[in-house]
């Protein structure tokens, strides 16, 4: 089922992927229905597409592809962990692209967890793969996962000595958390998805009060963290060789603490056709890269 219409400028369709392993995925297509297709991945993982990206590119000129991953966003299933994997979310990706029977090739745009799911998809599908945007760049190697709840602590030992009796390791972990009293789950929630969402911030508040769409992003996000993102140690960098020429816009904050620019700087010296800007900006996802993004997308395509 599925609805089109026009706002603007703007060509809208709605619509929900053909049931999978329980899984209905929701995407949107906006902008030109002729135009060059951006197929735009979101961050987490566990939380949902966004139409900021989507206003960061030409809507005149591009038609643009956002769709919330298994168990999130307004995304439907039978089972949230059941079949909800880093090869699950790009093998839909790939569903997406074939039922709107797009066969030129795409522009990927990712940030955060969907930068590395579209460094991921290009790995898998580098045929298909025009150009490539990643912003605040994720590897997914041990120490990006370890630098979060770990070794963060050389800047926030007291936060992190107050997180560690709530840290979750392994996938027993979560599943005895989720069978606790709401007291101790919404603590656990509340610590970790604070101090995921502030960190690089000078103060940070972990006792911060949460919303609903918190615990289902917290579900996702731990059954991804515990199972090392179902991806190999490395695979990013390992299999650079498939995508290392294709065009890629890396953009980056200088003081992101949730995903150091270490990482993006990494990613640039692999591609020697790659473009890396470092935003004098701290933050993940600041409001000072916001703001420049369009412009560096729009100079980039």
Same mark, same amino acid.
């Given at each position: 089922?599925?609805?089109?219409?026009?706002?603007?400028?703007?060509?809208?369709?709605?619509?929900?992927?053909?049931?999978?392993?329980?899984?209905?995925?929701?995407?949107?297509?906006?902008?030109?229905?002729?135009?060059?297709?951006?197929?735009?991945?979101?961050?987490?993982?566990?939380?949902?597409?966004?139409?900021?990206?989507?206003?960061?590119?030409?809507?005149?000129?591009?038609?643009?592809?956002?769709?919330?991953?298994?168990?999130?966003?307004?995304?439907?299933?039978?089972?949230?962990?059941?079949?909800?994997?880093?090869?699950?979310?790009?093998?839909?990706?790939?569903?997406?692209?074939?039922?709107?029977?797009?066969?030129?090739?795409?522009?990927?745009?990712?940030?955060?967890?969907?930068?590395?799911?579209?460094?991921?998809?290009?790995?898998?599908?580098?045929?298909?793969?025009?150009?490539?945007?990643?912003?605040?760049?994720?590897?997914?190697?041990?120490?990006?996962?370890?630098?979060?709840?770990? =070794? !963060?602590?050389?800047?926030?030992?007291?936060?992190?000595? *107050? +997180?560690? &009796?709530? $840290? #979750?390791?392994?996938?027993?972990?979560?599943?005895?958390?989720?069978?606790?009293?709401?007291?101790?789950?919404?603590?656990?929630?509340?610590?970790?998805?604070?101090?995921?969402?502030?960190?690089?911030?000078?103060?940070?508040?972990?006792?911060?009060?949460?919303?609903?769409?918190?615990?289902?992003?917290?579900?996702?996000?731990?059954?991804?963290?515990?199972?090392?993102?179902?991806?190999?140690?490395?695979?990013?960098?390992?299999?650079?060789?498939?995508?290392?020429?294709?065009?890629?816009?890396?953009?980056?904050?200088?003081?992101?603490?949730?995903?150091?620019?270490?990482?993006?700087?990494?990613?640039?010296?692999?591609?020697?056709?790659?473009?890396?800007?470092?935003? =004098? !900006?701290?933050?993940?996802?600041?409001?000072?890269?916001? *703001? +420049?993004? &369009?412009? $560096? #997308?729009?100079?980039?395509?």
């Amino acid at each position: 089922m599925f609805h089109i219409f026009s706002c603007n400028s703007k060509t809208i369709l709605k619509c929900y992927l053909p049931e999978l392993d329980g899984h209905k995925i929701y995407f949107q297509v906006f902008g030109n229905p002729n135009g060059k297709p951006i197929l735009n991945f979101h961050g987490g993982p566990g939380a949902k597409s966004k139409f900021k990206y989507v206003k960061c590119c030409d809507l005149k000129k591009y038609k643009v592809i956002i769709f919330d991953q298994r168990g999130c966003g307004n995304s439907e299933f039978k089972d949230l962990f059941y079949k909800n994997t880093t090869q699950d979310t790009i093998n839909d990706a790939k569903r997406i692209l074939d039922y709107l029977n797009i066969k030129e090739k795409v522009i990927l745009f990712g940030g955060s967890w969907g930068a590395t799911l579209a460094l991921l998809f290009a790995e898998k599908y580098h045929e298909l793969v025009d150009k490539m945007i990643v912003s605040q760049t994720f590897l997914a190697r041990k120490k990006d996962v370890d630098w979060l709840y770990k =070794d !963060s602590k050389m800047f926030y030992p007291d936060i992190i000595e *107050k +997180l560690s &009796p709530y $840290l #979750i390791n392994t996938n027993k972990d979560l599943k005895i958390l989720l069978k606790q009293s709401n007291t101790k789950i919404n603590k656990t929630v509340k610590y970790l998805t604070n101090y995921d969402h502030q960190i690089g911030k000078l103060k940070i508040n972990i006792d911060k009060e949460i919303n609903d769409r918190t615990y289902n992003y917290f579900k996702v996000y731990m059954h991804y963290y515990i199972q090392n993102y179902f991806i190999k140690e490395n695979e990013i960098l390992d299999n650079i060789d498939k995508i290392k020429n294709i065009p890629t816009l890396i953009v980056g904050n200088r003081l992101d603490f949730c995903t150091p620019i270490e990482q993006a700087y990494t990613l640039h010296k692999a591609m020697p056709k790659s473009t890396l800007h470092i935003i =004098d !900006s701290f933050g993940h996802g600041s409001k000072k890269q916001n *703001k +420049l993004l &369009p412009k $560096l #997308i729009k100079e980039f395509l």
